[in-house]
């Protein structure tokens, strides 16, 4: 397993953009597959967004696509989740979660039982 530690959260306006990190122990993070999920008050955590180890597929849920992207740096055990046109419904405790892949795993997994690590969460609020 690896360690997960998410920053970048913070209050900011509708229309406005954050940028989420996620920092990863471990020598072998180049072999996890990564995803986003967020949880807001009274909800089940969402999966937002995912990328597979190489990088070279990005899967988003609906509601995101076109305004959040994924990215990762192996070199530097990192992930990133750039965020434009946030809305006030993007609200939530933001979670970076770590799934050990298999060198042929191509897809990017959306359940939260699909993943192995998971961060400590960072809070993003967006008002209106």
């Known amino acids: 397993q690896v360690q997960l530690v998410e920053s970048g959260g913070g209050l900011v306006q509708a229309g406005g953009s954050l940028r989420l990190s996620c920092a990863a122990s471990?020598?072998?993070?180049?072999?996890?597959?990564m995803g986003w999920f967020r949880q807001a008050p009274g909800k089940e955590r969402e999966f937002v967004g995912g990328?597979?180890?190489?990088?070279?597929?990005?899967y988003y849920v609906d509601s995101v696509k076109g305004r959040f992207t994924i990215s990762r740096t192996n070199a530097k055990n990192t992930v990133y989740l750039q965020m434009n046109s946030l809305k006030p419904e993007d609200t939530a405790v933001y979670y970076c979660?770590?799934?050990?892949?298999?060198?042929?795993?191509?897809?990017?997994?959306?359940?939260?039982?699909?993943?192995?690590?998971w961060g400590q969460g960072t809070q993003v609020t967006v008002s209106s």
């Open positions: 471990g020598r072998t993070f180049s072999t996890y597959g």
């Open positions: 979660a770590a799934r050990k892949s298999a060198p042929t795993e191509v897809v990017v997994r959306n359940r939260p039982v699909d993943y192995d690590s």
């Open positions: 990328i597979t180890w190489s990088g070279g597929t990005t």
